[in-house]
């Protein structure tokens, strides 16, 4: 019987509750632990996804550990599964359909309205909470009943199924490998987003891409497909330089090869480069990435920073040059409008992402959270 089927068919259909498995972190800097756990059918705004595939983000690290999050809680914010039941208000999103789920976001803000979800003034709220926003709730349960926090990012992927949003859910189309497509909620859409919604990098641009895990790869496509004529990527791990090169840098710099960084990625560019992109959040080298800037050059960030780091950048330096720096959150994308795009450029062979994949058993979680801290996996997917 369909899940569907048993939420008609199901006694208690008021409760409607849906059995499954989940990755339960139960405190801070902990081991995830998979156990049966129990959804509440979807609200009228919601969705019920089986979920088919998961990737591992940088993020999820960070929530595993350093940032305050409420115990015990799912993590997870990469999911991509297949719709099985959605509330009545629900009207994009059909069971049955391929589904990738994305950052939540309020839809009633001014930058909602204006199509900027990533910076809802509700981002916070509605992404690391992992509670709804709204009434302080969670859909999920363990146990004798024990509240199991599972909205974060809108979703709580690392799960057998999760509760989204309409908001959040992207349909995609069949013929696409949903197993893998999940990253492409963030990770992918951050370093693709930043070089092609954010910094708009047009033909002929030159770029620096600092770092190359799995959102400095997906930059280096994404220049590659905005027609860069120079894409140069400072990387410390050989084989990531390695792959930058296999997927479209023109040049790649060892930060611990050279003396001057700064003066190697200079050198590998037109004299300096029009647009550079920071993926490691370390202050050292935003500040390095500003220093390559050419005259009106723009520096984006998106890395996450030590939380009290501030920016290495002289005014009367970004003055002369009248350069820029801005913070990006998920590359500027609207993920209905952004995922669609890029599972196309996926299909067209343009944005091979697949090939920064490493797929794992969902039981091996823990695994994979160990091999992404030591950087032997780019983008860890767990298939479930
Ligand atoms: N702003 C957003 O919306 C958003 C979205 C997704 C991820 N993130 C953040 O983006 C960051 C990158 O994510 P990721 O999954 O690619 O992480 P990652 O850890 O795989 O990538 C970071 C890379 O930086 C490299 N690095 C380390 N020191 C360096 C140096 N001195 N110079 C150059 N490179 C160096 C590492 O070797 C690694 O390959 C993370 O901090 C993540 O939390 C932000
Ligand atoms: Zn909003
Ligand atoms: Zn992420």
């Known amino acids: 019987m369909s899940i569907a089927d048993a939420l008609r068919e199901s ?65 997870g914010h990469e999911g991509a599964g297949i719709v099985e039941a959605v509330g009545s208000g629900v009207t994009h999103v059909r069971p049955g359909d391929h589904v990738v789920m994305s950052f939540d976001s309020c839809g009633a803000c001014p930058n909602c309205a204006r199509s900027a979800p990533s910076y809802c003034y509700n981002f ?19 146990g004798g009943g024990e509240a199991v926090n599972a ?27 949903l197993e893998i497509l999940g990253p492409l909620g963030c990770g992918i859409q951050t370093g693709a987003g930043s070089i092609l919604n954010s910094l708009k990098v047009g033909r002929g641009d030159a770029v620096a891409i600092f770092g190359a895990g799995a959102v400095g790869l997906s930059a280096v496509m994404a220049a590659r497909i905005a027609e860069a004529s120079h894409v140069v990527v400072v990387e410390p791990n050989a084989a990531r330089r390695d792959l930058a090169l296999e ?6 710099v060892d930060p611990r090869g050279v003396e001057d960084v700064v003066a190697a990625v200079k050198a590998a560019g037109p004299g300096g480069v029009t647009h550079a992109l920071d993926t490691t959040g370390i202050p050292a080298v935003i500040g390095n990435a500003f220093q390559t800037l050419l005259p009106n050059g723009q520096l984006g960030f998106v890395g996450m920073p030590p939380p009290d780091a501030m920016l290495p950048v002289n005014i009367m330096d970004m003055l002369v040059r009248g350069a820029g720096v801005k913070a990006y959150t998920e590359g500027d994308s609207d993920p209905e409008v952004f995922i669609p795009q890029l599972v196309n450029y996926y299909l067209e062979g343009r944005l091979p992402f697949d090939r920064l994949v490493k797929r794992y058993r969902f039981e091996d979680i823990n695994e994979a959270f160990d091999d992404t801290v030591a950087g032997r996996a780019i983008k860890p997917v767990l298939v479930i």
Request: glycine fraction near 12%; charged fraction near 20%.
């Open 124 to 142: 916070m709220a509605s992404n690391f909470g992992a509670v709804r926003p709204g009434d302080g709730s969670t859909p999920m349960s363990r």
């Open 247 to 252: 997927l479209g840098a023109t040049a790649v």
């Open 11 to 75: 006694p208690g259909a008021e409760r409607g509750v849906v059995a499954g498995r989940a990755a339960v972190l139960s405190s801070p800097g902990g081991t995830f632990t998979i156990e049966d756990v129990s959804l509440q059918k979807p609200r009228r705004d919601e969705i019920l996804v089986r979920v088919v595939g998961v990737g591992v983000c940088h993020t999820d690290v960070v929530c595993r550990g350093d940032f305050p999050m409420p115990m015990p809680v799912v993590l």
């Open 151 to 177: 909205r974060f990012f809108g979703q709580s992927s690392f799960a057998t199924h999760l509760i989204a949003r309409e908001r959040n859910t992207v349909v995609v189309p069949k013929q696409a490998p």
